[in-house]
């Protein structure tokens, strides 16, 4: 992995800029709270990955379905998968992703016109036919991946591993963009995140 002599676009560079700087509210009610995330930091040192996962990984990567029924009726049409295969994706290696985090779109996200339209590119996705726009028979157009693993080097492989999961996610709305002859209006931009972490660094 490296980066683009390109680079991304200034419109990408301003809203992550944004993401980033923009003072987030403290959390209360959590383990990162001021008063206990030293606490917390040292209960997960050393600790199998189940337990990051456990009680980290929700605070570095909120749950969106949770969000939603706690009232965010904005992240409806968003659908999450927990340590699930990819099946339904075209591979681009022998092996399928399976983050341990993932947010799509659900079906329902997308209109009847527009499923007609995807439809060629689809198939039948219950009985598993791979498409490029399909994470798993429930999630198209996978935007956002986590991977969790313990200890500093571990970072390195969590990396691959949202890379492979991102390059599939980002190869889908390329081609939906291609199929249309549209591919410009996505090149350089940032159309998908990933966050790697294990109990005290993230990388985005």
């Not at 990408?12 to 008063?35: G, M, V």
């Not at 994706?89 to 995807?118: C, M, W």
């Amino acid at each position: 992995m490296g980066k683009s002599e390109l680079g991304i676009i200034d419109e990408s560079k301003t809203l992550c800029r944004t993401l980033l700087e923009t003072t987030q509210a403290q959390p209360q009610d959590c383990l990162f709270r001021s008063d206990v995330f030293e606490s917390t930091c040292r209960m997960v040192k050393d600790r199998n990955q189940a337990r990051v996962i456990r009680d980290i990984a929700p605070l570095i990567v909120p749950p969106a379905e949770i969000f939603y029924i706690y009232g965010a009726g904005h992240l409806k049409h968003l659908i999450e998968s927990v340590n699930e295969g990819w099946n339904n994706s075209i591979p681009l290696t022998s092996t399928r992703p399976q983050p341990d985090y993932s947010v799509g779109f659900r079906r329902n996200a997308f209109t009847e016109n527009q499923l007609a339209k995807l439809s060629p590119f689809i198939d039948d996705f219950i009985a598993g036919d791979q498409s490029f726009f399909m994470a798993t028979c429930y999630m198209y157009f996978p935007f956002l991946t986590g991977e969790v693993k313990c200890g500093a080097a571990a970072l390195d492989i969590a990396d691959r591993q949202n890379a492979h999961s991102m390059t599939l996610a980002v190869r889908g709305i390329v081609e939906l963009f291609r199929a249309v002859e549209r591919e410009d209006e996505v090149n350089r931009k940032i159309l998908a995140f990933s966050v790697s972490h294990n109990h005290q660094s993230v990388r985005i």
